[in-house]
Structures are given as C-alpha cells and as structure tokens.
C-alpha cells in the first residue's frame, strides 16, 4: 500500500487510496514558517485523504465510468458502450479504439471524456512528437508495450507519463520506483496510441511479448 512521503523540505504527498486503486495525490507545501511537516500533519491530511476518497469513488460508482462523457452526449448508447466492450475483449483491443474504429465517435470526444473521469489531460498520437531520451535510456522496449504507457517529455525533472489508465495504483508505483527521484505528472491516452508513440503498429500481436524487466 501506498504510504505519506515527506522529503526535506516542506513537502507533504498523501495518495488517496480505494483499496489499490489509485484516485489522486493530495500535496501539501509551503508550512508556515518553512518547518517540516509532523505526524500530526500526516494523520490530518490521512483523514482528509480517506473522506475524499469516499466522496471520489460515490461519484464514480453513480457514474458510466471513462464513457460518461460520451454516453451524456448521446455519442454512444448503453447497448453501444456494452457491444464495444465485448469486441475490444474479443480482439484484444481497447474500447477506446474500438469506438472510434468501429462505431465512428471522434477521437477528441472520446478524450474529453476520458478527461472528465480521470481528471488528467488527453493526449493523442502525434508523430511530431520526439519523446525524451533520457527517460527512455534505460527503459525497455517491451515492458513499455506490455505496461501501455511512455515518457512523453521530461519537464525539468518532472516526467510527463501517457498511460492508458492513471488510475492504476500498481504501475503508479512501477513508475515511480523506475524513475527514482522524479515528480511524475499523469496524461491519459488509448492504448493503441501509446504503442505508436513506441512505433509499434496497433495492429501487431502484442500480448505474448515477454518483458519481466523494465531496465535494460
């Protein structure tokens, strides 16, 4: 499980946790008169995490999940949602691909709405983009394809991560642990854009790539 960090200076992180799942961080700085912050403060913001939580997931659970968006606009209807779902599983696709591929939903609506559930930036493939290769020297290949997600820039010590679900708890951490001593900002992207970004063709068999390791 995911624990308060404080580091020197007057920092404060606490994730908001559902069980493993990942919801947010809530960061807490500048303490008046620039002293660290104390368990007392960690208890308080652990409070303040835990009610948040609770407030995040009612809303989440009241809703249609990443397709909201799409389903309050009339894009999609259930039985559509459900019928995507069911051919995303069936040939290893996501349903993002699937509703833009299959069903004709524009991409920018689709990343509105995914947006709006996990309350990052969208971001499209775009082959102008040259990712960072300083993050990306001692990350391997494979892992990024099997994890689906890349390092879309490195912002003065700050990696930009595009991943199809920041909410994952797990890959969170792997991220974190993979690129020790950077803040990590989250955008989300569909899965098969990702693999462009790694140029490799949304259409080529990925699920049997073995990659156990993240380093070289």
């Not at 779902?85 to 069903?103: K, N, Y």
């Not at 990590?184 to 462009?196: H, R």
């Amino acid at each position: 499980a995911m624990s308060a960090s404080r580091v020197a200076c007057p920092l404060l992180l606490i994730p908001v946790m559902h069980r493993e799942e990942l919801l947010g961080v809530l960061e807490f700085m500048n303490k008046l008169g620039g002293v660290p912050f104390s368990d007392q403060d960690v208890v308080f913001g652990r409070k303040l995490a835990d009610a948040l939580s609770k407030r995040l997931r009612l809303e989440q659970e009241t809703s249609n999940g990443p397709y909201e968006g799409l389903l309050s606009l009339e894009l999609v209807t259930p039985d559509q949602l459900a019928e995507a779902e069911q051919v995303a599983m069936e040939r290893g696709r996501s349903v993002p691909f699937v509703l833009e591929t299959e069903m004709g939903i524009p991409k920018e609506e689709i990343g509105t709405s995914l947006e709006q559930f996990y309350q990052v930036p969208f971001m499209a493939y775009d082959d102008q983009i040259i990712l960072p290769e300083r993050l990306l020297a001692n990350l391997n290949l494979p892992f990024l394809i099997r994890n689906k997600w890349v390092p879309i820039a490195d912002r003065d010590g700050r990696a930009v991560i595009l991943i199809d679900n920041p909410n994952d708890a797990a890959r969170a951490l792997d991220i974190q642990r993979i690129l020790p001593g950077m803040d990590c900002e989250f955008m989300v992207g569909i899965s098969e854009d990702i693999l462009c970004f790694l140029g490799v063709d949304p259409e080529d068999d990925v699920a049997n790539i073995e990659a156990p390791q993240a380093a070289l």
